[in-house]
Nanobody, 119 residues
Framework: QVQLVESGGGLVQAGGSLRLSCAASGTIFRLMVMKWYRQAQGRQRELVATITIGGTTTYTDSVKGRFTISRDNAKNTVYLQRNSLNPEDTAVYYC?????????????WGQGTQVTVSS
């Protein structure tokens, strides 16, 4: 069974930094495209960042330069770093794993971790 366990969320003061972690188990992590999504209250879930199996990163235009996604295949973990947080970053952040299409599997989601940025 594939499991994604997020950690690192919490209450952060505006201007502070935060690093979210997502540890994967039950799959071949290095073959999974990993993503971070977020969903603010009253808004739809949106993609924040993607990192491929080769380490290529992409970001939503609105957050480019503010978030950094990285992965450590030796630890089966993907990270999301955010510096200079602002209240608009308040959301539930979800870890997402995309299997290779040839596996015939659905995508996997973590439970989500709440990030709250105070003014």
């Amino acid at each position: 069974q594939v499991q994604l366990v997020e950690s690192g969320g919490g209450l952060v003061q505006a201007g502070g930094s935060l690093r979210l972690s997502c540890a994967a188990s039950g799959t071949i992590f290095r073959l999974m495209v990993m993503k971070w999504y977020r969903q603010a209250q009253g808004r739809q879930r949106e993609l924040v960042a993607t990192i491929t199996i080769g380490g290529t990163t992409t970001y939503t235009d609105s957050v480019k330069g503010r978030f950094t996604i990285s992965r450590d295949n030796a630890k089966n973990t993907v990270y999301l770093q955010r510096n200079s947080l602002n209240p608009e970053d308040t959301a539930v952040y979800y870890c997402h794993a995309q299997p290779p299409p040839t596996w015939g599997q659905s995508d996997y989601w973590g439970q989500g971790t709440q990030v709250t940025v105070s003014s």
